[in-house]
């Protein structure tokens, strides 16, 4: 576990934060492993009947830290592990989500949302997804999802192309359900966490199931992702990029 990770529980809603203030919440692997924990954790526990994710204010989530994700690449030859379990749990997950979104959402920060049931976006939220740019593809199924909500013209331009998205745009395109103030992000998302745990926990997981689209033909999307974006990781375009992002960062 991490202490970048926070998990509660209370009144049938389990919490996730993600807590790393100084680097705007960017996932680390062990935040990714403790992520995974919680939602396969959820789904064992009948008690839960809603999983609210958040971030901090000014941050949900930078995405993936670029220096241990480099790491993890250079090592194992592709995609971390604990990246791989990540995203099948959100799938996976059969517990109604919740997003809290302040600040930024970047890269794996966006993508999770696609995921999500029901979006809570701050007016300063920024939604970016610099994929391509980095030399690598889309993950966590954002290749097909994306295309559905917002249509194929606008998913390129914000996959492929990378044009950030604002909390108002968001909300245009589907990714995002309300706009709120930043101060009242997390009141809002447990707002409306708690009012879907009020409903019949049996009646909203056959409900969700039927509006969630085939689970297999999400996690088959993910591996088809995921083996493209691990041979991109070591491409020239890729590696050059991420030197040079690094070198900023220096």
Not at 182 to 187: A, F, L, R, S, W
Request: with cysteine; charged share 20%.
């Amino acid at each position: 576990m991490t202490e970048h990770v926070i998990v509660t529980d209370a009144d049938g809603i389990r919490t996730i934060r993600m807590n790393r203030r100084d680097k705007k919440n960017a996932l680390t692997l062990a935040m990714y492993e403790a992520m995974t924990a919680a939602l396969e954790g959820a789904n064992a526990d009948d008690s839960i009947h809603c999983v609210l994710i958040a971030g901090v204010p000014g941050a949900f989530s930078a995405g993936n830290d670029l220096a241990d994700f480099r790491k993890a690449a250079e090592s194992s030859g592709g995609l971390n592990r604990p990246a791989l379990r990540f995203l099948p749990a959100l799938v996976r997950c059969n517990k109604p989500m919740v997003a809290a979104v302040s600040g930024v959402a970047v890269g794996v920060g966006t993508t999770m949302l696609f995921h999500c049931d029901f979006v809570v976006a701050g007016s300063d939220a920024y939604f970016s997804t610099p994929f391509v740019s980095l030399g690598l593809i889309p993950e966590a199924a954002s290749s097909l999802l994306a295309p559905r909500l917002m249509g194929q013209r606008r998913a390129f331009e914000f996959l492929v192309m990378g044009h950030p998205l604002n909390a108002t745009q968001a909300k245009e395109f589907g990714i995002a359900n309300i706009v709120v103030a930043p101060e009242d992000v997390d009141t809002e998302g447990l707002k409306a966490a708690r009012e879907i745990a009020a409903l019949p926990a049996g009646a909203v997981a056959l409900s969700r199931a039927l509006t969630s689209g085939a689970t297999d033909e999400l996690l088959a999307r993910i591996d088809q992702e995921a083996k493209i974006f691990s041979e991109r990781l070591n491409s020239p375009e890729a590696k050059a990029a991420f030197e040079a992002f690094l070198a900023r960062k220096r």
